[in-house]
């Protein structure tokens, strides 16, 4: 089911995190070539995703090439080089490596993170991402952009709010451990992305996502950005649409 909200953004519902893989999978695919760059988010909505195009990839039901290069769309700072739970680790992990993708992203130990966020912004604008892939958190964030974050934001540092630690959390070892600072991608800079698909799954989302595609374009709820791209898919399960 197709719920068309203005000329720009569609939300597609499904029955379950299956049929929201597949779908996401499709639109994802749809708006790449072996030369596209792909952007590629972190977190367990789109896990579904990923693995639905390294299963078609695998089976030659897509092209073994999906893209040319991927790019973070965020990284933590501080964590030691090699940590399993840097998004470089995980993002090779969960899909890249199985792609055969050449990841970049920014460098999370850089001696100047300020200088760094600026040089990987630059880098991301110039590589004209073809397809963004998004979640969204409780609070509405886009990447790490938090409630509060400027509409027009770059690329940046950004300290992570309580709430957000405490949804990383499970990752690490102890809620300690979890990075207090990251560098994101700006809403401008993710806004550049040829097509976007966020991908939301369960009743915990169901409140970001209604601001989201529903509310006013408001920093309050960074992710209300999408209605103002000219390809955005919102692609949910019943629990995160509301019912």
């Known amino acids: 089911m197709t719920q068309p909200l203005d000329a720009a953004v569609r939300h597609l519902v499904r029955d379950d995190a299956g049929q929201v893989a597949a779908t996401a999978a499709d639109l994802i695919l749809d708006g790449l070539d072996g030369s596209s760059t792909l952007g590629l988010a972190t977190g367990s909505s789109p896990l579904g995703a990923y693995d639905e195009i390294v299963r078609r990839v695998r089976s030659g039901a897509a092209p073994a090439r999906v893209a040319r290069r991927g790019y973070l769309l965020d990284e933590y700072l501080g964590l030691p080089a090699g940590d399993r739970?840097?998004?470089?680790?995980?993002?090779?992990?969960?899909?890249?490596?199985?792609?055969?993708?050449?990841?970049?992203?920014?460098?999370?130990r850089a001696a100047d993170p300020d200088a760094e966020a600026a040089r990987y912004g630059r880098e991301v604008v110039e590589a004209s991402v073809?397809?963004?892939?998004?979640?969204?958190?409780?609070?509405?964030?886009?990447?790490?952009?938090?409630?509060?974050?400027?509409?027009?934001s770059r690329t940046r540092v950004v300290r992570l709010t309580e709430t957000t630690r405490r949804d990383n959390a499970r990752f690490f070892d102890s809620a300690a451990d979890v990075p207090t600072h990251a560098i994101t991608q700006g809403l401008t800079t993710i806004m550049r992305a040829r097509r976007l698909v966020?991908?939301?799954?369960?009743?915990?989302?169901?409140?970001?996502?209604?601001?989201?595609?529903?509310?006013?374009?408001?920093?309050?709820c960074p992710a209300s950005i999408i209605q103002r791209h000219p390809e955005a898919y919102v692609v949910t399960d019943r629990g995160a649409a509301g019912g």
């Open 85 to 108: 739970n840097t998004y470089a680790s995980v993002i090779r992990r969960e899909v890249a490596d199985a792609l055969g993708l050449d990841v970049r992203g920014p460098d999370g």
């Open 130 to 152: 073809a397809v963004q892939v998004l979640g969204i958190g409780r609070n509405g964030h886009l990447g790490f952009n938090e409630p509060g974050s400027p509409l027009d």
């Open 198 to 220: 966020l991908i939301a799954l369960g009743e915990r989302k169901a409140d970001a996502v209604h601001a989201a595609l529903h509310g006013p374009v408001d920093p309050a």
